[in-house]
C-alpha cells in the first residue's frame, strides 16, 4: 500500500519561506510522476507544482512560478516544496500525490491516484 506522509507546513509571515516534505513508501518511487497541490478554505483543490520521476521536467502554475521549487530525491523517496516570498492568498492545505502510471508525465490531479494526508500552510499578512 502506498503511504504518503507531508510535514514542514506551519504559520509564516508574508515574504517568508517554508519548505514542505513528503516520504513515499510502498511504491516503486523513482519511476513516477510526483505532485504538490493545494486547497484553501471554501475552495477546490488545485495543482502547484509536478516533477518529473528523473527530475527532467518541472511544471508549476501561474500564481507560484518564479517563488516555489519542486523538487526530488530519489535515493530518499521525497519530494520537496521550497516556497519563498510567500503571499496570505498561499494560504492552503498542501498535499503531495503520486501519479497513478509509471514514466508518465502529467498535472492533472485526475492523474493522480496517491495522496498524502496534508499539512497545513499559513501566511499571516
Known amino acids: 500500500q502506498v503511504q504518503l506522509v507531508e510535514s514542514g507546513g506551519g504559520l509564516v509571515q508574508a515574504g517568508g519561506s517554508l519548505r514542505l516534505s513528503c516520504a513515499v513508501s510502498?511504491?516503486?518511487?523513482?519511476?513516477?510522476?510526483m505532485g504538490w497541490f493545494r486547497q484553501a478554505p471554501g475552495k477546490e483543490r488545485e495543482f502547484v507544482a509536478v516533477?518529473?520521476?528523473?527530475?527532467?521536467?518541472?511544471y508549476y502554475a501561474d500564481s507560484v512560478k518564479g517563488r516555489f521549487t519542486i523538487s526530488r530525491d530519489n535515493a530518499r523517496n521525497t519530494v520537496y516544496l521550497e516556497m519563498n516570498s510567500l503571499k496570505p492568498e498561499d494560504t492552503a492545505v498542501y498535499y503531495c500525490?503520486?501519479?497513478?502510471?509509471?514514466?508518465?508525465?502529467?498535472?492533472?490531479?485526475?492523474?493522480?491516484?496517491?495522496w498524502g494526508q496534508g499539512t497545513q500552510v499559513t501566511v499571516s499578512s
Open positions: 510502498g511504491r516503486t518511487f523513482s519511476i513516477v510522476t
Open positions: 500525490a503520486a501519479h497513478r502510471a509509471s514514466h508518465y508525465y502529467t498535472f492533472d490531479q485526475t492523474d493522480f491516484g496517491s
Open positions: 516533477v518529473s520521476w528523473n527530475s527532467a521536467n518541472t
